[in-house]
């Protein structure tokens, strides 16, 4: 990156500010995905660093900067996640330690000893310290469509439409309801690294307290693992099988794909990024409807307030 650059300039003035051994960038690359941030391997005579850089969208996705940087630092002191090294409000930017290890995919989540450690590694973060927010989906989706229908950004077909199955699968949920813990929320397979001992999430973003079962189904929804691996995962993490857990992390599945699929409609209207957001949101709308409309909605909300008093996911 030549120096010139404005983000070269930036990261500089990122490393000035944190000072000591890594106060000079002696190479500077770009890393690969990022909607909503920019993200930069920079070596340090300290070693390598990633320092992360904001997009303007931030505020309308309801992505809280100074609570991502926060939520970084609680799930590192959790044993999750890479150690943050400095913050810049001004900038926007995030600097974490940098993890050497390789990017999962959903193909390599699709496999039982990976999801046994990724239950293990989720288990350990919704233990740890507790994080800045809250974060609820139903709450969010909402959100969403508010700016989505005020703006006049595009809209699926007949999206609202299902809103009276969603306010029902609230219902459900709220009958039997959870204790909050901090949860990553956005768990794709991107934001989930492995080095030879251990699983690494990273970008905490839409980080808050919430419902762990928003988390295990929100992974298996975002690398399309079927209702066998969502059973799976959830007795892996609980520690015994538990048909209303499972029924919990399904119906958020959904919820993800509904949710999010405005994410991708508010992208498609504000990023200047050259990604197809609108596709991207239609394929998890697509997804969406056919669970709303499939025989299993009524069961899995039935299961999910036959809830056993089993005891809490801690």
Same mark, same amino acid.
């Given at each position: ?127 740890? @310290? #507790?994080? +800045? ?6 709450? /969010?989706?909402?959100? *969403?469509?508010?700016?989505?229908? %005020? ?91 538990? @048909? #209303?857990? +499972? ?6 599945? /959904?919820?993800?794909? *509904?949710?999010?699929?405005?994410? %991708? ?50």
């Amino acid at each position: 990156m030549a120096a010139s650059d404005p983000d070269a300039r930036l990261i500089a003035e990122v490393l000035r500010e944190l000072g000591g051994s890594r106060s000079d960038a002696l190479e500077i690359s770009r890393l690969p995905g990022g909607l909503t941030n920019r993200n930069y391997r920079v070596d340090t005579a300290s070693g390598p660093v990633v320092v992360r850089l904001s997009s303007e969208q931030a505020a309308l996705l309801a992505i809280d900067r100074g609570a991502e940087s926060a939520n970084s630092a609680a799930a590192a002191a959790a044993g999750v996640a890479p150690a943050v090294l400095g913050y810049l409000p001004s900038a926007g930017a995030l600097v974490i330690d940098w993890i050497d290890g390789e990017t999962l995919t959903a193909a390599s989540l699709d496999d039982s000893k990976t999801l046994a450690a990724l239950a293990n590694t989720c288990r350990q973060l919704h233990a740890g @310290p #507790a994080f +800045t927010g809250e974060f609820d989906m139903f709450a /969010l989706q909402r959100r *969403y469509l508010s700016l989505v229908t %005020a703006r006049g950004y595009r809209l699926p077909p007949s999206y609202v439409d299902f809103m009276p199955e969603a306010d029902r699968i609230a219902a459900a949920m709220s009958a039997c309801r959870v204790a909050a813990v901090p949860c990553h929320n956005d768990l794709l397979a991107a934001n989930i690294m492995r080095d030879s001992h251990r699983l690494w999430f990273i970008d905490f973003e839409y980080a808050g307290n919430g419902d762990p079962f928003f988390e295990l189904g929100n992974v298996c929804s975002e690398s399309h693992l079927g209702p066998d691996r969502v059973e799976e995962l959830v007795s892996a993490y609980c520690g015994y099988e538990s @048909p #209303a857990k +499972t029924a919990r992390a399904r119906l958020h599945g /959904l919820m993800s794909n *509904y949710g999010w699929t405005l994410w %991708a409609s508010i992208q498609d209207a504000t990023s200047e990024l050259d990604f197809d957001f609108w596709s991207w949101g239609l394929e998890k709308y697509e997804r969406a409807v056919s669970e709303f409309r499939g025989p299993d909605l009524a069961p899995l909300m039935t299961a999910v307030r036959d809830d056993e008093p089993k005891g809490e996911a801690q």
